[in-house]
C-alpha cells in the first residue's frame, strides 16, 4: 500500500549527492537541524493521532504551552517498529493476514502541567483533523492513521473523554457522525527515524494531509448575563473563580475531595456562568469543567481545566502559581536551602506552622526545637499532616517528608531528636508559612 505520504517520502529518499548536499546546507542556513530524542524533565507527556504525523506534528507545535514534540508509531501490539514495519503490517491487516493490532502514526507532546492547559491541547486536536472518519484521514486510509488519544496519567483520561463529550455536541449539531477515536493508555511508543522529525521544517512543501471539520470547540455559552458573577464583590489582589455545571461528575468530586475544606489563603467562589465576573476578564473559551481560573488585578493568570481524582494535582498547579521560583524548586523538586538561609529560623513566638498552598497545619510551635542543624526543626508533627517516603539520593538513605494534603517536598525526618519522640523533623523553612498565635501576634 502507497499513500500519498509513502510516496512523498520515497521522492526525498532518492534525493542524492548535490541535491542532497545543497538541501542539507538549505536546513542550515535556516537554523535548522536533525530532531534529537526528547530529554527535558518535569513534563508531561500526551500522544496523538490523527492521521499522517508530519502535518500533525507542525500543527501541535503552534498550540501555546507546547514545549516539545516528536513523531513515532504507538498502540501496536509489537513492542519494537519502524516506519516500513508498521506499513507492512498494515498490508497484511488488509490483506486478511494478521489479526495483530497495528500501531498508530502519532505525535508525541510534551508540556509542564503546572502552566499549560492541557484542554487547549487537546481542543486544537479536536479541531486539527476530523475524528468521525473510521481508519483513517484525508486520502491516508488505514489504521495506522487512526484516530487516537494515548494518555500517560488518570488526568489526562479524564480531560480527553470529557473533551471528546464537549466535541461530540458540537459536531452532532453540526450535522456530523459519532467520534470514532480511541481513548487508552499509552502502549509499546517507538521513536520515530530522524527522517520523518520535523519534516514540514525541513521540507516546507511536503504533503501535510491533513484537514478538520470546521467545527469550533467550544462550550455552550448561552447563559442570562444575571447570572454573571460581580467582580466587585471578589478579592481583586487574587481570587480563583471556579466553573461548573449542572450533571458534572468531575465537579462534584472536586468539591467533596478539595472544595469542601479548603484552608488555603487565596478565596474562591463557585460559578455555572461560563463568563469572566463583571468587569473582568478571561484570557480565552472555557473548554471543560470544572475549571479553576486564578484571576489578579481582574485578568485571568492561570487556569486549570478537569479533576481525574488527585487533589495533589490541584494543588501543584495552585503552588506554582503561588509560590516564589525557589519555593517551587524545594516544593515540586525536592530542593534544599542552603542552612542558616531559610526562613523562621529565629522564630520562638507560639504559633502554627502550615503548608503555603493548601494551608492545612503541619507544625505547633511547642514541637520545635534548636537542632543546630541550620533549618526548623520539629519532634513532632500536627496528626496526619505527612506523608514518608523512602530517599536513597546523593547516595544516603533517608526518610523524606512530605505535606499530605498538597505533596509538596518539606525535608527529611532522622532519628537523633529529643523527648518523647526521639525525631528530628528537619523543614525548609522557606516552605512553611507561620502564623502566630492571637496572644503572640
Known sequence: MHTEKTIAL?????????????????LQARGLSEAKPVTTKQLDDLYFGMGCFWGAEKRLRAVPGVAEVEVGYAGGDAARVGYRDVLHEEELIRAGRSH?????????????????????????FWEGHDPTQVDGQGNDIGS?????IYYTTPEQKVLAEQSRDVYQRALTAAGFGRITTEILPL?????????HQDYLLKNPDGYCGLGGTGVAYTLDAAVPEAVRLNGAALARAAQLVVYEADDCPYCERFDADVLRDWKAAVPFVQTRAPLPPAGWSLAGPLLGTPTVVLFRDGAEVARKTGYGGDPKAFWRWLGAQLLTPE???IAFEAGTELPGTGAHLSEHRPGTYFDPVSGRPLFRSDAKFDSSCGWPSFFEPMAGALEFLPDDSHGMHRVEVRSASSG????????DGPPPTGKRYCINGNVLKFVPDPAAA
Open 144 to 148: 495506522n492513521y487512526r484516530s487516537a
Open 327 to 329: 519555593q517551587q524548586r
Open 10 to 26: 520515497l521522492l526525498a529518499v532518492l534525493l542524492t549527492g548535490a541535491a542532497a548536499l545543497l538541501g542539507w546546507r538549505a
Open 408 to 415: 509538596i517536598h518539606l525535608g527529611h525526618v532522622f532519628d
Open 187 to 195: 502502549r509499546n511508543y517507538n521513536r520515530a527515524e530522524e527522517s
Open 100 to 124: 495483530a493490532r497495528n500501531h498508530v502514526e502519532v505525535v508525541r507532546v510534551r508540556y509542564d502541567a503546572n502552566r499549560t492547559e492541557p484542554m487547549g491541547i487537546l481542543a486544537a
